[in-house]
């Protein structure tokens, strides 16, 4: 389909130019680190800080989508599934401790009053007088974390695998991931008595009793997000790097001969969905918690897909370009939406079409043609 | 009331099947899923609820007749569109389906900010014609809609032309022809480019024919076209791609399992359950439930 991923770096290069694109290359995780743990944190505010953390949060499923897709072949139109299943799973467990704490104003009062103590609010306007079964783990953060890191990638597991199994590729994968992805969000509206439906869950103050609204925790919580971030891209990069990798690489250029080699190519596809998976699973914690809101419109299909387009500006084929793409996009969402709103819809719409015709292989494409033409005058 | 929900499934089903067959023709001729179909049927909307309001303005003695010039002109406008989409867009990508399905979602998220923009960012309604508004009344307690009857008809009648112009015309067979083997018609001499073209400009305009219907039904919004995107996909999996009859049965299965599902469920809940149950029946049939056996 498009060119094999190139993991061997050239050796030296005369030119400036193509030198510094072979540093950035070599030393991107490095420079990525220095970026995001220094030069960001001190050169914003805590406003604009607290929005580049959530930049960095849909960076995550970004990265998961250049190894699902980049590497594997395998283009998911549901990520946002998965980032929605940690974000609600962690701000369930948000929203009853804050509704156990009779400090919070988060509906105590009110389900005190209507005799339902350490209800969420949403329930209690919804009359529900009891805790929803499926709630009830999430009254424990050791519950709450493992289930976060557990259940989405074994549900990306299952269905990939099952799928992958039978076949099931290309275009009409894509298709059923988008179907899901759907249904999540249907399901979700839906239920508005055990989901908080369009209005999603928020009104969370603490965090095991940290206080969510004050500057250091905002810190904290930006560098959690940055370390898990550099973490999701090392292990990606680890994976690459492995003859797993490889196999993946020989399965999405060539997957019958993979299988007559013997690999089982539904296992590594379905592993390296499950990865992509837990990685936007991770960023939706995280969003939640830094951003203090779990919606069904980062569930549905247009979230969905914008994750894609994350990964396809910074480069399909490119973990770090990944987070970059996600930066850039989203710092331009939220530059529009300052200043021209309805020329968002067109932005983001050409995009699509001007990555996919002109740069398929992203903003990292660009780098390795500067790298190219400066080893030819070289 | 069995006749009745029947029926409603009916004209669900209408409406699935127009959307499902332009998206299968192409899909099965090029591999390429068009994204953009919702916005398109959104087009064809608009172009009825266009031809409303000039109707009303110049020849209101006509009224009655806007619809089927509605009709006309909806299959016209987003047929040339569609036509123009694969000669700038389309025809660059047939080797990569995957990258056209982000494309063609770019132009949907273009034209849906257009509507939004130049049209009306509040839904629409048109009116329906005075023979149109009528029941027909069975017996006591059966009535069906005339709207329906008639969006009903109209379905059938462009399955049926679709059918003979596939089946009995010399460009329907140009179009199986690619269909079945692109290599070995281009070596016998078929234009394929044009083929695609075509083709591609015809399912679009089935798009716009459908959207057409829909205005019978619901008022239009800028968002209509995504809300019905995922069933329309849903249905060409469903049904198997390559098999036209296939698309319209799935479609008739989904349009009633609809009907029926919201008869017990909330509305929401039975359009999870459907996309579900196709998504479960999909691992029985990977190839969908009418595929033909084909060795690949």
Redesign the interface.
Known sequence: ?DKAATTEKPEFNPTLASTAVGMLERFGVVVLGVLLLLVVPLSLDVFRLGLAAKYLCFAFPAVGIVLI?GYGGI?S?GQGMFFGMGSYMMAMFLKLESAANPDSSSGTALSAFFGAAGLPDFMVWNSIEELPWFWEPFHHVWITIPAIIILPPLVAFILGY??FR???G???F???T???A??MA??I??QQGYTGGINGITDFKTFMGLDLDNDTAKYVMYFITVVLLLLAVLVGRFILKSLLGRVLVAIRDQEDRARFSGYDSAMFKAFVFAVGALFASVGGAMFTIQVGLASPSLVG??PS?EM??YA?VGGRLSLIGAVYGAFLVNGAKTFFSENFV?YW??F??????F???FL?LGLAGILDKLRDVGKRSG | MFALQAFTGLSVFSILMLMALGLAIVFGLMGVINMAHGELMAMGAYATYGTSVLFEAYFPSLMSIYFIVGVVLAFFATSVFGYFLERSLIQFLYKRPLDTMLATWGVGLILQQLYRQFINPRPVEVPTASWLQGVWQVSEDVSFPMSRIFIVGLAFLTATLVYLFLYRTRRGLLIRAVTQNRGMSGAIGINQKRVDAYTFALGCGLAGIAGSSFTMLASTAPDTGQAYIVDTFIVVVFGGVESLLGTIMSAFFIGQMQTWFEFYLSGSMARAGILLLVIAVLYFRPNGLFATKVRR
């Open positions: 389909m897709w283009l139109l099952v799928n039978n076949r099931v290309g275009v009409y894509t298709i059923v988008l179907a899901i759907a249904i249907i399901v509206i839906g299909i247009v897909i894609v387009i396809a309805e819809t067109y983001i719409g050409a995009l699509y079409v990555v996919v015709m398929p």
